[in-house]
């Protein structure tokens, strides 16, 4: 007697006699997987790859990352973005660049706000809740009328290029981005702290932040430090020299925030590298910029009084 005809679960207008080995339903060539022992269908292939644990770094992100460095290259894209928009309209720099208590007059002089008001004059910046600075001015760069113009930006893209590619891959892209954003708003805060008359544009903070995660990260894999150091060497000889021309504050502030987050990501329990506790971590961080900050506007203002 003749068999009755079987078709495919998915496809039913083709006919078919081959089964899948884990399921047991019957499969077309469309539809066929070829396994260690027979051939799977789609929907067990893919519930064999959601079952098996995906292999990551010392630090929980994921080695399919290293590859690809997604986050790298889409923040050199917003930063060259940024460049080109402030080139096509250079105001841009003044209304988003770090700026923290300044007077400002109706024809444009500024002067540093002391706590005192003057008629006529309206305060800008951080101090007046201008808070987006803090980030804004980590992808701005100086303009190209200034002395280091366009080679502000193709520098510390150049370093991003070289040090993003390596941090991405081991800490995985989400905490890759959460250490740059944050080194980021380290280096506006500092400058805050210290300097709040002055403008600062560039992502040197967030670039130092992530040297010093390249330091924190050769170390926790017990790599030889020689060249690692002297790599920092010249991060830090650097530091101290563009002291002469650009902002220590954010670079300082960035290495150091940097730091802070790599060495909770690097050093933290094997069990909570993949867990929320990590999250939470850069969070609680957050908030105590965020309360650095708004001490600094207290006492700039007088409280608001």
């Known amino acids: ?64 990352t290293a590859a690809k460095p997604v986050v790298t290259c889409v923040l050199m894209a917003l930063n060259v973005l940024a460049y080109i928009a402030e080139v096509a309209r250079p105001a841009l720099v003044d209304r988003f660049g770090v700026l923290g208590a300044v007077l400002e007059d109706p024809q444009g002089a500024q002067y540093y706000y002391k706590g005192e008001t003057f008629p006529g004059y309206e305060l800008i910046g951080i101090a007046d809740g201008e808070w987006y600075r803090l980030l804004t001015g980590a992808f701005l760069h100086l303009p190209p009328d200034s002395s280091f113009g ?14 993003g590619r390596v941090i991405e891959g081991q800490l995985g892209r989400a905490r890759y981005l959460a250490l740059y954003l944050l080194s980021a708003l380290g280096g506006s805060v500092l400058v805050y702290l210290v300097s709040p008359d002055t403008m600062t544009v560039g992502a040197s903070g967030a670039i130092f932040g992530l040297a010093a995660s390249f330091y924190v990260i050769n170390r926790r894999l017990g790599r030889d430090m020689r060249a690692v150091n002297r ?75």
């Open 231 to 305: 790599f920092m060497a010249g991060f830090l000889i650097w530091m101290v020299v563009s002291a002469l021309f650009t902002s220590w504050q954010g670079h300082l502030g960035g290495l150091l925030t940097g730091a802070l987050v790599t060495y909770g990501l690097a050093y933290a329990p094997a069990k909570l590298r993949t867990s929320p506790v990590q999250l939470g971590g850069g969070l609680v961080l957050l908030c105590l910029l965020a309360l650095a900050v708004a001490l600094k506007t207290a006492a700039l203002t007088g409280g608001g009084a």
């Open 150 to 163: 366009v080679m502000h930006l193709v520098f510390n893209m150049l370093a991003l290029w070289n040090l």
């Open 1 to 64: 007697m003749e068999a009755a005809a079987t078709t495919c679960y998915r496809h039913p207008s083709y006919e078919t006699y081959v089964r899948c080995t884990r399921c047991d339903r019957y499969i077309c060539p469309d539809c066929m997987r070829e396994a260690s022992v027979g051939h799977h269908c789609v929907e067990c292939v893919k519930e064999g790859q959601r079952s098996v644990r995906q292999a990551r770094t010392v630090f929980g992100g994921a080695l399919s």
